[in-house]
């Protein structure tokens, strides 16, 4: 895996972000420590997808991997753990620290019963409790997120001068029209 | 003084004379000069553009969906493979689909604007009341092409609306069997795709046409803000159409901006049986009502709200426009535009949260 440097903005917003979510733990001290038990497994578990799956690339992988871990932990110590099956996420735990994001995200998936790779036809029979380990789910063929990167290439500068001209005309055109 | 101006035309330069014979012969026969009627000045201002600006946010939408169109797929097995080939593979396809993006959000934006401008100008009052209920319509029509559009590029965000858009169906009962992915024999992604590109832009054409026809016909309301006896100087209504193309220009260029730099991400192909996302801003109001009433919350949120906006003429129904002399009605509607604000807020720092099949 190369590694990638990734702006300060981004650190910025991660540090925000738990700074938030800290402050709202702070807000709720109950909920914060004393009830993390009994938050369900299958909450946690959706939740450290969510980390994984819908910005990868926007963070430093090892931060995201973190930050996924204390849900995965969370799931792993719940006192609910209906609708899950934990040998898969302890097996995606093992993943998280082994540096294989995807590997965790598509483990997770299927610990709650998720079927990564089979398409999508009407959602209203969406499966909501896992499968029994014998009937895999395909391949992995589902695509990661992409992020917000610029359109690059040649078209970048020519756009955005076509941009700075069309304000810069508006702009003239609305002070002559006054 | 005639002959002066026999003058005039005489010593005019051979150009302008020619563009003075081409716009005569158009307006010959089009009627052009019809469009020079009075308007107020105040119409000019941007508070007053919104409206025209909604409109030109839509025509770029319809002209950038239609690009958009010739390569997308809906069918739901390949549809979110298409968007992909959009970004990645298509000339041009990651910039047009971010200016569809930021521009369906400024036509959120500024048809949100617009509507609050009419309100606190009290400028739906008598006898513009149906001209503010087709405005509201116009507004729904824009939240719905908002919603269909986030469905059409199936990602796991798309998904999980569609699933509560299914949830939601079922509340209907009866009346919901349209929602229902049974119905049709193709599939519901294929028939919101429908529904994106050609009922609701129909829909919205038609309400609109009325729209403008009610404002020609009872003319720009009356500014609250202008004090003094004397009458308001006015301007021809040609001169507002330049300076909205001015700030079609502006507008323009800003989305590309936005579209180059900030391209809207695309999230990993959906999975059933997870709800991983949140909505996008403009619908993430719901968000925290859902947590706590259920997914029957997002229906009788949206509904509350869309009844209250088309009960506004019938309550505020005093002659007066001022703002100051209606203090109830702006502080009733400061406390919803705030508590939806703080909603959006507070749904952002919220973890995310299933609704679906949870029991």
């Known amino acids: 895996m190369t590694r990638r440097h990734h702006p300060l903005g981004r650190r910025v917003a991660l540090a925000v972000m738990v700074a938030v979510g800290s402050l709202a733990g702070l807000a709720s001290p109950a909920m914060a420590h004393e009830g993390e038990e009994s938050v369900p497994a299958i909450t946690d578990v959706q939740e450290a997808i969510a980390i994984l799956a819908e910005h990868p690339g926007s963070f430093p992988v090892a931060e995201v991997a973190e930050h996924a871990m204390d ?20 097996q995606a735990k093992d993943a998280l620290d082994g540096g294989r994001n995807d590997d ?14 089979a398409p999508v036809i009407e959602p209203e029979n969406a499966p909501r409790t896992p499968p029994p380990l014998s009937s895999p789910c395909p391949s992995v063929a589902h695509l990661q997120a992409l992020d917000r990167t610029p359109v690059g290439g040649a078209e970048e500068p020519v756009l955005l001068a076509v941009s700075a001209v069309l304000i810069l005309a508006g702009l003239a055109l609305a002070r002559k029209s006054r | 003084m005639s002959e002066r101006a026999g003058e005039e035309t005489l010593t005019e330069p051979a150009g302008s004379t020619i563009r003075r014979r081409f716009w005569d012969a158009l307006d010959e026969r089009l009627g052009l000069k019809g469009l020079q009627y009075p308007i107020p000045e105040h119409a000019n201002k941007l508070a007053y553009s919104l409206g025209g600006l ?5 025509v770029l939408m319809v002209t950038t969906g239609i690009y958009l169109t010739q390569y997308y797929n809906p069918d739901p097995t390949v549809a979110h493979e298409s ?20 521009g369906a959000m400024a036509m959120i934006v500024l048809i949100g604007l617009h509507l609050l401008r009419v309100f606190v100008s009290g400028s739906f009052k008598r006898p513009r009341e149906a001209n503010w209920i087709f405005g509201v319509i116009l507004a729904g029509i824009t939240a719905t092409l908002f919603f269909t559009g986030t469905v059409l590029k199936w990602d796991q965000e798309s998904l999980e609306a569609l699933e509560h858009n299914i949830e939601i169906g079922k509340l209907l009962g009866r009346f919901g069997f349209w929602f229902s992915p049974s119905f049709g024999g193709i599939s519901f992604l294929t028939r919101l795709y429908v529904v994106h590109i050609a009922v609701l832009p129909f829909l919205f054409t038609l309400v609109i046409a009325v729209h403008l026809l009610l404002v020609k016909r009872h003319g720009m309301a009356p500014s609250p803000f202008r004090r003094g006896p004397e009458p308001e100087p006015t301007r021809p209504f040609t001169k507002h159409l330049a300076e909205l193309g001015a700030l079609a220009l502006m507008l323009i260029g800003i989305l590309t901006i936005l579209a180059v730099l900030a391209p809207p991400p695309h999230g990993p192909a959906p999975i059933e049986g997870i709800e991983i996302t949140k909505p996008p801003w403009p619908m993430l109001w719901v968000y925290p009502i859902e947590d706590w009433v259920g997914v029957a919350g997002i229906l009788w949120a949206t509904l509350a709200i869309f009844l209250a906006l088309f009960l506004v003429p019938f309550v505020d129904r005093t002659p007066e426009r001022s703002p100051r002399k209606r203090l109830p009605m702006m502080i009733a509607a400061g406390v919803v535009v705030a508590t939806i604000i703080t909603l959006i807020i507070y749904a952002a720092v919220q973890p995310v949260a299933s609704h679906i099949g949870m029991g």
Request: hydrophobic share 45%; charged share 20%; glycine share 10%.
């Open chain 2, 54 to 58: 909604t409109l030109i946010a839509f």
């Open chain 1, 71 to 90: 849900k995965v932990g969370d799931a792993l110590e719940s006192n609910d753990t209906r609708g899950v099956l934990l040998d898969l996420v302890q």
């Open chain 1, 104 to 117: 965790a995200l598509t483990l997770l998936e299927r610990s709650i019963g998720a079927c990564p790779g």
């Open chain 2, 83 to 102: 968007v992909r080939r959009i970004i990645t593979s298509v000339s041009f396809g990651k910039f047009v689909r971010g200016f569809h993006y930021w």
